[in-house]
C-alpha cells in the first residue's frame, strides 16, 4: 500500500457520460498530480494541485477537470466521454511543490463503451 | 516539449542475467528518476538521480546520470522473476517545477 488511495479502481461508462475519479493523498502530503496512461501515449502529465490551489496544467483536455479540497483529497471529473478517454488515471502525491519524488496510488481503470 | 526516448521497448531475458536500459533525451535535465510499474499497479520510485555522472544503487539496481546530461541508465543485476515490470524513465519538465515527463517505458520479462 503507497498511502495514495485512488477510487474506484474500475469503471465502465458509455460515451457522452460524466464521471468523478477521487483521489486521497499521501498523509503529509500537500500536492496531487493526475496522470493518465494509455497504451498508446505513455503517462501523460494532466493537472497539478497544492494545497487546494492548481499549481500547473499539462495536456488536460477541457472537458476534463480537477480540484482539490480543504481536506487535500482531489477529483477528476470528465465529462462528454469519448471512447479515446478510456485509459488508466494515476494520481501521484508528493510533500511538496518542490519534491519530484511522487507516490502513485493504483490508479482508475476507465473503459469507455 | 521535451520527450524521453527508452530503449529497448522490451526485453525477453533468462532468470539471472543481467539487464541494461538507457533512456534519452533531445534536451538537458537536471534530474533523472527512475520508475517500476508492477502489473495493475501504479509506478514506484526507484532511484533518484541528481548531478551529472551520479552512479546510485539500490539493491540489484543501478542507475547512472549520464555526463552529457542528456541520457540516463538503469541496470538490474541477476535478474529474477519479480524483476518483471514496466520501467520508467522521468524528468522534470522543462526542467522547471516539479512536473514530470515520463518515457515510454521499457518492457521486462524474465524467464524462471
Known amino acids: 500500500d503507497s498511502g495514495v488511495t485512488q477510487t474506484p479502481k474500475h469503471l465502465i461508462t458509455a460515451t457522452g457520460q460524466r464521471v468523478t475519479l477521487r483521489c486521497s493523498p499521501r498523509?503529509?502530503?500537500?500536492?496531487v498530480y493526475w496522470y493518465q496512461q494509455s497504451l498508446d501515449q505513455g503517462l501523460q502529465f494532466l493537472i497539478q494541485y497544492y494545497n487546494g490551489e492548481e499549481r500547473a496544467k499539462g495536456n488536460i483536455l477541457e472537458r476534463f477537470s480537477a480540484q482539490q479540497f480543504p481536506d487535500l483529497h482531489s477529483e477528476l471529473n470528465l465529462s462528454s466521454l469519448e471512447l479515446g478517454d478510456s485509459a488508466l488515471y494515476f494520481c501521484?502525491?508528493?510533500?511538496?511543490?518542490?519534491?519530484?519524488?511522487?507516490?502513485f496510488g493504483s490508479g482508475t481503470r476507465l473503459t469507455v463503451v | 516539449g521535451q520527450q524521453l526516448n527508452q530503449n529497448p521497448q522490451s526485453m525477453f531475458i533468462q532468470e539471472g542475467e543481467d539487464v541494461s536500459m538507457n533512456c534519452t533525451s533531445s534536451s538537458i535535465f537536471n534530474t533523472w528518476l527512475w520508475y517500476k510499474q508492477d502489473p495493475g499497479e501504479g509506478p514506484v520510485l526507484l532511484i533518484a538521480?541528481?548531478?551529472?555522472?551520479e552512479l546510485t544503487s539500490n539493491g540489484r539496481l543501478t542507475a547512472q546520470f549520464g555526463i552529457t546530461r542528456k541520457d540516463s541508465f538503469l541496470n538490474i543485476s541477476a535478474s529474477i522473476p519479480s524483476d518483471v515490470g514496466i520501467y520508467f524513465c522521468?524528468?522534470?519538465?522543462?526542467?522547471?517545477?516539479?512536473?514530470?515527463?515520463f518515457g515510454g517505458g521499457t518492457r521486462l520479462m524474465v524467464k524462471p
Open positions: 522521468a524528468g522534470p519538465q522543462n526542467n522547471a517545477g516539479n512536473m514530470l515527463t
Open positions: 538521480l541528481y548531478k551529472a555522472g
Open positions: 498523509s503529509g502530503d500537500l500536492s
Open positions: 501521484a502525491s508528493s510533500q511538496n511543490t518542490g519534491s519530484m519524488r511522487y507516490t
